[in-house]
């Protein structure tokens, strides 16, 4: 069960290397750190980054997905941080789905979705139908094999292009892993 109580957005404060992976394009982030360092919040905040970015060429839907090996580690950690992260109500996160959705004012929509999967071929094939924009995987090195890494940048390809401003824009995309 997700806690029901209301978040206050944190105070993020940039740090010195968080600034250099903000600023940085790659598709394929890994950030290494200790319990409690800023990872996951640093991971929420890349990932909003892109959405910015690609709202900004005309997109209006990114699509981000959460993953972590099992759902209990997900649940009391990387969605209580992402509560705790922008402050979200979680009346507004619908559980059945394990998704949560934000507006950007009228122009952009993020969609926020939160899997867990296991380092199994049979879980694995479950990304095969998966659009989207970016992928975070939490605590990456609970997975034995580079599979997920290699499926989700497999996957982020959604939106590719679109038409703004009467020029073709493409979207960027990313996986950002943290351990």
Same mark, same amino acid.
């Given at each position: @069960?997700?806690?029901? *109580?209301?978040?206050?957005?944190?105070? +993020?404060?940039?740090?010195?290397?968080?600034?250099?992976?903000?600023?940085?394009?790659?598709? /394929?982030?890994? /950030?290494?750190? %200790?319990?409690?360092?800023?990872?996951?919040?640093?991971?929420?905040?890349?990932?909003?980054?892109? #959405?910015?970015?690609? @709202?900004?060429?005309?997109?209006?839907? %990114?699509?981000?997905?959460?993953?972590?090996?099992?759902?209990?580690?997900?649940?009391?950690?990387?969605?209580?941080?992402?509560?705790?992260?922008?402050?979200?109500?979680?009346?507004?996160?619908?559980?059945?789905?394990?998704? +949560?959705? @934000?507006?950007?004012?009228? #122009?952009?929509? /993020?969609?926020?979705?939160?899997?867990?999967?296991?380092?199994? *071929?049979?879980?694995?094939?479950?990304?095969?139908?998966?659009? @989207?924009?970016?992928?975070? /995987?939490? *605590?990456?090195?609970?997975?034995?094999?580079?599979?997920?890494?290699? $499926?989700?940048?497999?996957?982020?390809?959604?939106?590719? $292009?679109?038409?703004?401003?009467?020029?073709?824009? +493409?979207?960027?995309? *990313?996986?950002?892993?943290?351990?």
């Amino acid at each position: @069960m997700i806690k029901q *109580e209301k978040f206050q957005p944190i105070k +993020y404060r940039v740090l010195p290397t968080w600034k250099k992976v903000h600023a940085s394009r790659a598709r /394929i982030k890994y /950030i290494v750190g %200790s319990v409690g360092s800023g990872k996951t919040t640093g991971a929420f905040i890349d990932l909003y980054l892109l #959405a910015l970015r690609n @709202m900004l060429k005309g997109f209006k839907k %990114s699509i981000f997905y959460v993953f972590r090996n099992s759902y209990p580690q997900l649940r009391d950690s990387t969605v209580q941080s992402f509560f705790e992260t922008f402050g979200c109500d979680p009346k507004k996160f619908n559980v059945t789905r394990m998704e +949560y959705v @934000m507006k950007i004012k009228k #122009a952009h929509q /993020i969609i926020w979705r939160f899997r867990a999967i296991e380092d199994t *071929e049979k879980d694995l094939l479950k990304l095969d139908g998966y659009l @989207m924009t970016g992928a975070y /995987i939490d *605590e990456v090195v609970n997975y034995e094999t580079p599979n997920i890494l290699h $499926k989700c940048n497999l996957r982020c390809r959604w939106p590719a $292009k679109t038409v703004f401003k009467g020029k073709t824009t +493409y979207a960027d995309h *990313e996986v950002i892993c943290t351990s």
